[in-house]
């Protein structure tokens, strides 16, 4: 089925029926824009000048939905009306629908017909001048200028404020929609950022507790148990600490709301000896000189995760620390002996791997972690952690 054409919008339906009323009160009265005697009149008489009124009005109503054929129509309707005595309504309706063109048109049409009215009305100036000679030749020209480029001018110049109105509520609709965006982006890094360092400051202590109270509990032996409470206690009341002080920055009126110290490679030495504490056997050999900070916190909680792993999931046997700068890059390696087995000594949740990863990616480095041979056979196989953190300028300025 064809489509419906459609139907005319009510203001044009309003302006169709005033013009086309105002046009019949002026024939009543038998006025026209032009004397009977004019040369210009070829069809005297009140009854030639209603087909170009009712055809103009008709145009009136398509003077949104098809404005290039109402300008058409109405532009022949107007001709044919000039060799009657006119009608002034004719005339105005003519003017609407040169406005409603190129409002309304396509914006090909916009462009062009202001500057065809434009010349036709410096034509509409000259050419009679040139030909008559007389200043009322001039007359024509300003006719053309207010029925046709008058109106022409006036509907480019509201198109193009409409469309700057929507052009500008077009670009702040984009503005909100990427600052939620944005905001959403913020949000879920923030988060990120929070599960990595509860994990990491947290886990430690929670792992070895775990532990610790797992052996307490498993062995009847004093001296065991008040060694594995003690080992409890302070890692207790550590990862109490710790979890204080990210209440508090995380809470608006309460707690210690200022971080404290960044934890720095300085640091690693008391980390080691804290794994030790918990029963791993680590041995440490660092080499580094001046590191940016957001790499030391990477590497540091890098290989804090990796020794609560090995506490967790290691077998017996030495686990080592192997820390180097190069020329553009820290290096890190930690290597704890592996026996294959699934089943942890301690829960967990299988974030840390994930973590670690996050914080290389953030400084555009690389990650990798998984089980290799050991270099003696009869020592069974390794886990080993491996990480490479850029020490260039986009780097250090990622996670700042």
């Known amino acids: 089925m064809a489509p419906r054409p459609p139907r005319p919008h009510r203001f044009d339906v309003w302006a169709a029926l005033a013009g086309l009323l105002g046009g019949l009160l002026l024939w009543g009265f038998g006025l026209g824009v032009r004397r009977a005697d004019d040369p210009i ?40 009306d000039t060799l009657t005595r006119g009608s ?19 914006p090909r049409s916009a462009r062009r017909i202001p500057r065809i009215t434009g010349l036709l009305s ?76 509860l994990h990491d400051v947290v886990a430690n202590h929670l792992s070895a507790i775990a532990i610790h109270s ?10 065991t148990s008040k060694e594995a409470l003690t080992v409890i206690r302070e890692n207790s009341v550590q990862g109490l600490s710790e979890m204080r002080r990210l209440i508090g920055i995380l809470r608006d009126g309460a707690g210690d709301r200022e971080p404290a110290a960044t934890p720095t490679l300085d640091g690693l030495g008391a980390l080691v000896e804290g794994a030790r504490a918990n029963g791993l056997d680590v041995t440490l050999d660092a080499a580094y000189g001046s590191v940016p900070a957001p790499v030391e916190l990477a590497a540091y909680r890098i290989v804090q995760e990796s020794l609560t792993n090995a506490l967790k999931h290691a ?8 820390l180097r700068e190069r020329d553009d890059a820290l290096e890190l390696r930690v290597t704890s002996p592996h026996d294959g087995r699934d089943a942890p000594r301690a829960p967990g949740s299988g974030a ?6 996050e914080r290389a990616a953030l400084l555009h480095g690389t990650f990798d972690a998984g089980p290799a041979d050991a270099p003696d056979p009869a020592d069974g196989g390794l886990w080993v952690v491996r990480a490479s953190l850029p020490l260039t300028d986009t780097a250090r300025g990622e996670i700042r």
Do not use: K
């Open 41 to 80: 009149v070829l069809l005297d008489g009140p009854w030639p000048l209603l087909l170009p009124l009712f055809v103009m009005a008709g145009c009136e109503l398509l003077r949104r939905s098809a404005p290039r054929t109402a300008l058409l129509v109405g532009t022949l309707a107007l001709a044919a």
């Open 88 to 106: 002034i309504a004719t005339i105005v309706m003519y003017t609407d629908l040169m406005y409603a063109a190129v409002l309304y048109g396509p």
């Open 122 to 197: 410096v034509a509409g100036v000259l050419v009679p001048y040139a030909v008559w000679r007389v200043p009322e030749a001039l007359l024509i020209g300003f006719a053309v200028g207010v029925i046709a480029f008058g109106p022409a001018s006036t509907g480019l110049i509201v198109r193009n404020h409409r469309d700057a109105a929507e052009a500008a509520r077009l670009r702040a609709e984009q503005t909100a929609l990427l600052a939620e965006t944005d905001r959403t982006q913020a949000v879920a890094a923030e988060r990120s950022r929070m599960a990595r360092e």
């Open 214 to 223: 797992t052996a307490a509990l498993s062995l009847d032996d004093p001296g």
């Open 315 to 322: 077998a017996p046997g030495e686990v080592t620390v192997w």
């Open 352 to 357: 840390g791997l994930v973590g670690m990863r």
